[in-house]
Structure formats: structure tokens, C-alpha cells
């Protein structure tokens, strides 16, 4: 890492306190310099309007595409050749014509039919989770609930066949961290390492999966055809990764960074058990409100201008999604009170938007619903029995740890 800048910049990440609550500096960086120009070499978008159009703009996610300068070398001083997203398959970090064929191939076996005919099978194990809650009358909610679901209903969907569930989340947790602009160093390691591990088990299970298809996620990505295009073996891995980490790391942040905010602003929980149809707006305002993903990059092919400021060819821009959802020029004076009632809360952009909007959003919507609907019907009196710890990252963002009693 190299030296800190002679001042503290304006937006530091690697400050005590960010990961627990980044707001601050979120709207200290929005009023004071919206272009902001980091001395690590990255750039960051904070207002609603210029994020949504940098979303929009069909810039390149490809890493390769930044231009040589601090973050680069930074990156490459942290990783050196072991980076996890150098030439990376997945349709997140592929431009047009890539990510368009990609994203049709995965499209025509995530269809929202699919997501629909989910639903029952997730109010099942909400219901069973939640049981196991009221027996034992105060839980972890992350380990009864937030995590367990959306792991469980991605793995059935794609059909994968049984595996190490631990392991699985601990390398997943590891290889998050290389969607963040940098990262510790001490953790550069791990994350190469978990990325070849993960590899090899994704392998592993698509392998296993050619010799017992089934009607199932995994089983369409292996058949999927567009005008003759197919999934090579590399870009299926890819893809399957993909969909099993952010069909499980996003949700978790989801539901458990709204249940802390709903138990942080009493009547909440209570609010959505008297009126279940408020629970749709109530998670689109809940997604604004804390972003699950925290910001979005993309990297300039050639010269923007944004707000008068110039960002050269080959930078790498951070959208940030968080601190667009909270701008008051936007959402009003009242951006930083969360309110479920609020009428343009599905205007959020923490699932992105353009090309790259989040495929598994409508999946995301419908296992939030099911959990708050069914939580506030059980629990409405619902409550905090300690400290709230948080899973240190910058980019998926959310509690670690939540504990909560129902007694």
C-alpha cells in the first residue's frame, strides 16, 4: 500500500467507523465535490443524476480497460498477477458484444416464470426458519434467516448437488472483496485463493450436473443456445459463480440490513403486520435506504465530462449507488428518514440500471417480501438484544452479526 496523502482525502473508506455507517461521508463527499477524484487513482460519482446517467452510459466494466496510473499499479502491487477480475467471463465484467450474449444465454433460464413459481417454496422455509426463532426466542438473525434463505434458494434453483455449505460462504465472503476499488492487502491472498477454489468447485458441480440433469437453473445454463451460441466451459463456471454469489450475498444484505432499520425506527415491523400490502413499497424503500451493494463501476473508453470536471480515458469511475439514494436534491429533505410509505421509492438504483441492471432483481424483491411480510406477522414486537457488527466491507455492505429476541 502506498503512503497515505499528506491530508486525510475527502472520501476514505479505510476510516475507523465507514463500514458501520458510511453516510457521512457520503453526503460530506456529494455537497463538496460530487466529481471526486481520489488520490489512489479511482473516481467517484455521489449525486442521483449523475450516477443514474453514468449507469446508463454504456461504459466498460472490463478491469483491463484501465489505464496505467496509482490504482492500477495499486491493484497490481496488492494482487500482482493472482487479480481475481483480470479477464474475468462473467457478464458483470464483459462489454457488448460479450455481456449482450452472455446475458440473453442466463436470461432464457432466469425468466420471472421461474421466480414466481419460487414463491411458495420460500414462504415454506420462512415459515420453517422462523419456527426454529420463536422456539429458541432470540436468535442471530443473520444465521437464522438473512443468510440461510436466499443460500438455500439460489442452490435449488440452480439444482446443485450437496456441498459444504460452510466453505462455500467463507469463500464467497472472500471473493466479494474484490468487487471493492482496493482492498487490504492481507486479504489479497485469500481472495486469489478462494477464487480458485470456488473455480474448482463450480467445476466440480457442473460436471456433476451433466450426468444428472434435472429441471432445474444450472441444468438450462448447460443446454442454453442463442442463434447458435452456447456457453463455453469457462464461461459457464463464470456465470454459475456469478448467479450463486449474487443470488445469496445481496439478499443476505437485504434482509438483514432492512430488518435493523425497521427495528431501528420503532413501529416499523408493527406498520407492515397491519398492513401487509405496504411490504412491496416497504422493501423498495428499504433498498433505498441501505443499499445491499453499496456502488457499481465502470471504466471510460474515452474523455466525460461530468458537472465540468473531466475524467480522462481509462478511468475507473465508482458509481455510488448508496449515496445516490440518499441525495436530498432527489429524495427531498427527508432522504436520510426512511419511510415506508414512500411514493417514489422504487426509484432507487441499488440494482443498478442500463445494460447491466441486476438480472436477479425481481428474485431479490420476491424473497424480501416473503421474509417481511411473514416476519412482521410473526414478530411484530420484534427487538435488538445487542450490538449490531458489521462485515467490514465497502461495496456489499451489512451486518455480520444481528441479534434479536422475540420475547
Not at 438504483?349 to 421474509?371: D, I, K, N, Q, T
Not at 455492505?397 to 420475547?407: K, Q, S
Request: glycine share 6%.
Amino acid at each position: 500500500m502506498p503512503e497515505s496523502p499528506p491530508s486525510a482525502p475527502l472520501f476514505d473508506p479505510f476510516a475507523p467507523g465507514f463500514t458501520d455507517d458510511p453516510y457521512p461521508q457520503y453526503a460530506a463527499v456529494r455537497e463538496a465535490a460530487p466529481v471526486y477524484e481520489h488520490p489512489f487513482g479511482f473516481w467517484l460519482l455521489t449525486r442521483y443524476e449523475d450516477v443514474s446517467w453514468l449507469l446508463r452510459a454504456g461504459l466498460s466494466v472490463e478491469d483491463d480497460n484501465v489505464a496505467d496510473g496509482p490504482l492500477r499499479q495499486l491493484r497490481e502491487a496488492i494482487y500482482g498477477s493472482r487479480s481475481p477480475r483480470a479477464s474475468a467471463l462473467s457478464m458483470l465484467d464483459r462489454d457488448p458484444p460479450d455481456h449482450t450474449r452472455l446475458r440473453r444465454l442466463v436470461t432464457k433460464a432466469f425468466t420471472p416464470r421461474a421466480v414466481r413459481a419460487l414463491r411458495p417454496r420460500v414462504t415454506a422455509l420462512v415459515d420453517g426458519m422462523l419456527d426454529e426463532v420463536a422456539r429458541a426466542g432470540q436468535a442471530d438473525l443473520v444465521e437464522s434467516l438473512a443468510f440461510p434463505l436466499p443460500f438455500a434458494v439460489i442452490a435449488e434453483m440452480l439444482g446443485t448437488p450437496p456441498s459444504d455449505h460452510e466453505r462455500l460462504r467463507e469463500l464467497t465472503g472472500l471473493v466479494v472483496r474484490s468487487l471493492e476499488p482496493v482492498i487490504d492487502p492481507e486479504f489479497a491472498g485469500a481472495v486469489a485463493d478462494a477464487n480458485v477454489e470456488l473455480t474448482e468447485m463450480a467445476a466440480a458441480m457442473i460436471a456433476w450436473k451433466r450426468a444428472n440433469p434435472a429441471d432445474d437453473l444450472l441444468t438450462a445454463l448447460i443446454h442454453a443456445e442463442d442463434e447458435g451460441a452456447v456457453l463455453d466451459d469457462d464461461e459457464l463456471v463464470a456465470q454459475t459463480l456469478l448467479l450463486y454469489i449474487a443470488g445469496h450475498e445481496t439478499t443476505v444484505n437485504l434482509i438483514a440490513g432492512g430488518t435493523l432499520a425497521l427495528l431501528r425506527h420503532p413501529g416499523g415491523l408493527a406498520a407492515l403486520a397491519q398492513n401487509p400490502d405496504l411490504v412491496p413499497n416497504a422493501v423498495e424503500e428499504l433498498l433505498r435506504y441501505d443499499s445491499p451493494v453499496q456502488a457499481s463501476r465502470r471504466i471510460t473508453l474515452e474523455p466525460i465530462t461530468v458537472r465540468d470536471v473531466e475524467i480522462p480515458a481509462g478511468a475507473f469511475v465508482m458509481a455510488s449507488l448508496a449515496a445516490a439514494n440518499r441525495d436530498e436534491r432527489f429524495w427531498g429533505p427527508d432522504a436520510d428518514e426512511l419511510r415506508l410509505d414512500r411514493q417514489n421509492a422504487h426509484q432507487h438504483v441499488s440494482f443498478g440500471a442500463g445494460p447491466h441492471h441486476c438480472l436477479g432483481a425481481s428474485l431479490a424483491r420476491m424473497e424480501a417480501c416473503v421474509a417481511f411480510e411473514r416476519l412482521a406477522a410473526r414478530f411484530p414486537d420484534l427487538a435488538l438484544d445487542g450490538d449490531v457488527v458489521w462485515n467490514g466491507r465497502m461495496n456489499l455492505r451489512g451486518p455480520a452479526h444481528l441479534p434479536i429476541t422475540v420475547a
